[in-house]
């Protein structure tokens, strides 16, 4: 499978999801959106670009740091999520917020350049466009700030997994064949950064970036329940698509047998989970700056 096929079947999957993602994953994602924005140092009155927006969870937190006198542009290919995105904005009213479809590889249809380019896991790592096209709707002395995950796992990922394994069917449809080949094609490339952060850093050199920072940090995050955990995974992509392919029996064993073993992580105030995630920070200089055609 070409990459672009794999993309395509990954960005039709978040746009599916639009509903679901806000319900289950923003709650959760909006911690680390805070931190990428906090290590973005946005000041009144920047214009900022969020790439890979989805239901534009970090756009809005953008957008009340710039004020009225600043802007913010989400961009993201997934029209499904942009479409949530659109409808928050309008129901909250926020003037200095826009969202478009656009592809972070190919950001030539914009006509504004940013003090501040900020992404929450929205960038496409495994494609080795996104850093150059960034860099070029940049202000010189601009900031960019984005996270991605660690390859690292934690003790609940891990629970999950196994057990789904175990009751995958064997036998996909074409349809599931494809999004399981986009899948492991994806997380093939992106695994070379998630697990050497240097691989990024240089990659964020080749486009030019420069004072490039990395932090590793470990979220602790408490999940009410096991079946919420569980339900927040099924809730779109790739792990919903499988789940549905199973039969109704075997998905209220997987169910019965993944809560229960979930069950035995868990304390008095939840589920914990431990996240591992990468923050990237760098910067376009004025002068130091290499250009990259
Ligand atoms: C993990 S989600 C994060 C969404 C959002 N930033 C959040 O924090 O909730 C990744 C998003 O990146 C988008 N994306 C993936 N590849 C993209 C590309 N080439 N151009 C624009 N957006 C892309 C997906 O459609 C998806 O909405």
Known sequence: MRLKEAERISIDEYSEWGEDWEKYWVPIYKAFATIVIDLAQIKTGYRVLDVGTGTGLAAFIAASRVGESGSVVGIDMAEGMLNIAMEKRKRLGIGNLSFRVMDACNLGSLSESFEVVIS???????????????????????????NIWSSETNEAGETFRRVFE???????????????????????????????????????????????DVKRKIHEVIIPSPRQYVEMFLSGGIDKVEFLEMQPEVRDKFLEEVVAELEGLVSSEGLVVDWKILYFTGARVAGKTKEVI
């Open 120 to 146: 929450n896991f929205g960038i496409p790592i495994y494609r080795t466009g996104a850093f150059s096209e960034i860099h070029k709707v940049m202000e010189k002395g601009g900031r960019l700030s984005f």
């Open 166 to 212: 175990k009751y995958k069917v064997s036998h996909p449809s074409p349809a599931l064949k494809n999004c399981r080949e986009a899948t492991s094609l994806l997380d093939k490339i992106s695994e070379k950064y998630e697990s050497h952060p240097p691989q990024m850093v240089s990659l964020l050199e080749d486009a030019g970036f420069c004072n490039i």
